[in-house]
C-alpha cells in the first residue's frame, strides 16, 4: 500500500516514456519499471483546504468512471447536482492530448470545492485509440497520466494508493493503447458523526475474466482490512463485471467472494444497465453493468443510476453515474 503523497507528480521525459516502447515486453521488466517511477508510487493531493466537520448522515456518494473526462466543467455540474460530499471517480487524464493536456481532476475538485487524492494508474505511451486522437491538438502528451480519484467536502484523513494485481495486460506490442501500470484504488478515512470509515474507489481490469477481477478485489478487501482494522467500508467504481462474458455480470466471481465476507452490493436496479454510447466508445449495441458499490458496515439506503447525458443529449461518458445513500453505520 503506497502512503507517500506529493501536491504535483514527478514526470518521466518524453525520451523516457518513448524508451518504454522499446523494452521486452515480460511482466518482470514492466514490474521493474513500475517500481523505478515515482509518479507510480505516490499519491497526489490538492484541492481545496476544507473544514474537518465530520459528514452528517444521510449523505450521498457518487461514484463515476469519467472515460478520460473530456468534460471536466460539465461534469462537475453534474455531480454538484447529486449534493454528494464524498465523489469516486476513474478514469481521469492528467497531461493528455486527448483532453488536452489538461488536469481534469484538480478542474472538478476545483468546480465541487472538495479536496481531493490522484493516483497514477497507467502511464500511457501513444494518443490513445484510433478514435481518440481526433480530440488530439497535439501530437504529444505533456505527462501521460491516466487514473482514479477521490475527492471529499471534509478532510481526506491517512490516503492510500493499492495498486491491484494483475498481468502486465497494457505493456504488450500488440496493444493499441500500449501503457505501463496496473489497475488502482484510492482510498481514505473519512470521518462522519458516527466515526470513521474507509472510502475507496476502484477501477478494475477490463481486459480480462471473472476470476482475474475476484483476485483484484480480494487482494483489495485483504489490503484495507490491514489498513484500518475494524473500520467499515465502501469501495465504489468501476468493477467492469461481465466484461468477457457477454455482459452477464451474475458471472463475476467477485460477488460472492465479497458476500462471504460481509459485503453488501449497491448498483441501482439490477435490470438497469450503467454504459451507454459515447463520443469515444461508439457501441450502441454494448450496454453492460459495470459500476457498484459494495459496503461493510454500513447502512445503505437507496441506490440508483444518474444518466451521464448533458441537457443537450451528449454523452458526457460512456459510464452513467452510480449513486447511493448512506444512511449510518450497520447496527
Known sequence: MIRSTVSAFAVPSHEERKSFISLEKNPDIHAA??????????????????????????FTVAAWNLERCLFPIESAA???ATHAPLVLLSEMDEGMARTQQQDPTAIVAGELG???????????LSLGSQIEHSFCKQDFNEKGFHGNALMASTSLKNVFLFRLPG??????????????GERCAIGAIVETEAGPFVAVSVHLESAANG?????????LIDAVEAFAPGLPILIGGDLNTGNHSGGDFETDTLFAMAAARGFERHGGPLDQMSTRPSLITRFPERAMKLDWFLSRGLKIGE?????????EGKPLSDHDMVVCTIEGFAP
Do not use: H
Open 211 to 219: 476470476i482475474y477481477r475476484e483476485r483484484q478485489t480480494a487482494a
Open 78 to 80: 453534474k455531480l454538484k
Open 167 to 180: 498481468e502486465a495486460v497494457w505493456f504488450k506490442d500488440s496493444n493499441e493503447q500500449p501503457r505501463v
Open 114 to 124: 472538495m479536496a481531493y487524492a490522484y493516483g497514477v494508474e497507467f502511464v500511457e
Open 303 to 311: 441506490s440508483r443510476l444518474i444518466s451521464s447525458l448533458n441537457d
Open 33 to 58: 519499471t513500475l517500481a523505478s517511477l515515482t509518479c507510480m508510487n505516490t499519491v497526489r493531493l490538492g484541492g481545496v483546504t476544507v473544514e474537518s466537520a465530520p459528514l452528517a448522515f444521510p
